[in-house]
């Protein structure tokens, strides 16, 4: 056996600690480079979060009303523009959205390829034949979901988390669903740097390799010691909370204030959007 043969025997035996050790940490450097884009000099992050949050919704309501393939092209193009200006990592970028569209839109959009009625644009073995409509409403929906979740993804990226929740709540968004938000953001990245913590302590103490079964074991006992101690922490965290002076409205130190910058942005995106919508009817 050769030496490449080897080394892909051993990637293949990885046990269930060493992939989930892996895919925590991968997990952990994504949210830590995400922290990191936010507080970067650019376009998006020099706006007043408010009108950011604005000016993204105005987007996505263009997005959903339009009816032409070159205006969502263009609103695309806006996003990708946006995401170069504000320096995020194109490459990131594009992949952060790409990756997982065809195993969720693309399941979606693949029946409307030989479902909807009209005339044919490719015959396929089987008897099976995609039609020109077909294609269309399919392409539509990739492109608008594409477009939505770029977006979205561009306003995470360039807004740090807690700025955002004042945001909304300045927003009159309900209280109740940023309280949610926040402690489930929170929560989320506590529990990944717990599930490490966990594995890696088991790791350690394990000399050679173990059984599927024991393998099996670990992750169940480890799921299980989790969540206890998420449930714990949940009481423990919410009466340190209360000790604390928080009665149901979260404070932080930010202050918004409006520049010329901004209400330029906003008229600006505004006029995009409003022209987006009447060339999209």
């Known amino acids: 056996m050769t030496s490449s043969a080897q080394a892909s025997g051993r990637r293949a035996r990885r046990g269930v600690i060493e992939r989930t050790l892996a895919d925590l940490a991968q997990a952990l450097e994504q949210s ?4 990191n884009i936010a507080r970067r000099p650019g376009l998006l992050q020099a706006l007043d979060p408010r009108v950011k949050i604005i000016s993204i919704l105005a987007l996505l309501i263009a997005v959903g009303l339009s009816r032409s393939l070159l205006v969502l092209l263009g609103l695309y193009g806006v996003a990708l523009v946006l995401a170069w200006r504000s320096a995020v990592p194109m490459g990131f970028f594009v992949k ?5 569209m065809p195993f969720f839109t693309g399941i979606i959009a693949l029946p409307a390829f030989f479902i909807t ?6 015959a396929l073995p089987l008897g099976l034949v995609i039609t020109r409509p077909g294609a269309l409403t399919a392409l539509f929906l990739l492109l608008r979901v594409s477009t939505s979740v770029s977006l979205g993804v561009l306003l995470m990226l360039t807004t740090a988390w807690p700025t955002l929740l004042k945001a909304l ?3 009159r968004v309900p209280e109740g669903f940023i309280l949610i938000l926040g402690m489930t953001y929170r929560y989320i990245y506590l529990l990944l740097r717990t599930a490490e913590d966990m594995f890696l302590s088991r790791k350690s103490r394990v000399v050679g390799r173990i059984s599927s079964a024991d393998e099996r074991r670990v992750l169940a006992a480890s799921a299980g010691t989790l969540l206890n101690k998420s449930l714990h922490l949940s009481g423990e965290v919410y009466l340190a909370m209360q000790s604390r002076g928080y009665r ?11 520049r010329a910058l901004d209400w330029v942005w906003g008229l600006a995106i505004a006029a995009v959007a409003a022209g987006a919508i009447w060339l999209g009817r």
Do not use: I, N
């Not at 952060?96 to 997982?100: D, G, I, S, T």
């Not at 009625?117 to 490719?122: D, E």
């Open 96 to 100: 952060r959205v790409w990756l997982f």
């Open 248 to 258: 149901g409205q979260a404070h932080t130190l930010d202050t918004f204030r409006m």
């Open 117 to 122: 009625p009209g005339p044919p644009l490719v």
């Open 32 to 35: 830590l480079f995400a922290e």
């Open 169 to 171: 709540g300045v927003l």
